[in-house]
């Protein structure tokens, strides 16, 4: 009964591919997104979607074009992929944290590395 | 950004007690959240503040002082499990901004 589950674990492949990630989440939660894990640790986000629209695009490149076919799903396809797209891709997602305020926790996937040559 | 920094890493001995700082430079936020990453997994939750002072839950403890723009990561009574990195996180808008995480080694 994974909560929030992306496939694949691991992508390895050429410069210039296209490749997708998928992503889903079991938790009932409305709001998705896609964060981006370079070497150096930082976590940065990419995308967020609330009930299937796009509320934050991050200045991503156009190549990564993100899909949510409904609000349990979030997939993320990437084109011409670069040698710089090799990083490990978070899917996650959240809900209110419950004390009144605007805060919200996250649940994470457990990444897609994805590894390009 | 909100100019998040975090020691990049950290060793402690197994049973004692280490504090995780947390320093940033932002106008406003929601919350501060912190957040454990064993290698090669996902972060997983554990504290979270909105108002300064302390929350306790359990062996980790986190504390804000928005004044200060500062908050910390107290972990007692350590465990060779807690080996991981701790990201330190800010909550505005929709957004979560991350710092860099601070890899702590437990040493037996």
């Known amino acids: 009964d994974t909560a929030v589950s992306q496939t694949p674990k691991y992508l390895v492949t050429q410069m210039g591919n296209d490749k997708s990630i998928k992503c889903e989440q079991n938790l009932g939660h409305d709001t998705m997104y896609w964060y981006k894990q370079d070497s150096k640790k930082f976590l940065k986000i990419m995308f967020s979607y609330n009930n299937k629209e796009l509320i934050i695009n991050e200045t991503v490149p156009n190549r990564f074009s993100p899909k949510s076919p409904d609000k349990a799903h979030l997939n993320l396809h990437i084109n011409s992929l670069e040698l710089g797209d090799s990083a490990v891709y978070f899917c996650?997602?959240?809900?209110?944290?419950?004390?009144?305020?605007?805060?919200?926790?996250?649940?994470f996937g457990s990444g897609t590395q994805l590894s390009v040559l | 950004g909100q100019n998040i920094d975090q020691p990049t890493e950290m060793t402690a001995t197994e049973g004692a007690i280490v504090q995780i700082n947390c320093t940033y430079q932002?106008?406003?936020?929601?919350?501060l959240f912190w957040y454990q990453q064993h290698a090669g997994e996902a972060p997983t939750f554990l504290s979270y503040?909105?108002?300064?002072g302390l929350e306790e839950k359990g062996r980790f403890s986190s504390f804000l002082s928005r004044s200060k723009g500062y908050s910390y990561l107290l972990l007692k009574e350590l465990q060779m499990k807690d080996s991981a990195s701790y990201l330190c996180?800010?909550?505005?808008?929709?957004?979560?901004?991350f710092g860099s995480g601070t890899k702590l080694n437990v040493k037996p």
């Open positions: 932002t106008s406003g936020f929601n919350g």
């Open positions: 996180a800010l909550h505005d808008f929709n957004k979560f901004y």
């Open positions: 503040n909105v108002l300064d």
């Open positions: 996650a997602s959240s809900r209110p944290t419950g004390d009144g305020g605007t805060n919200e926790k996250l649940f």
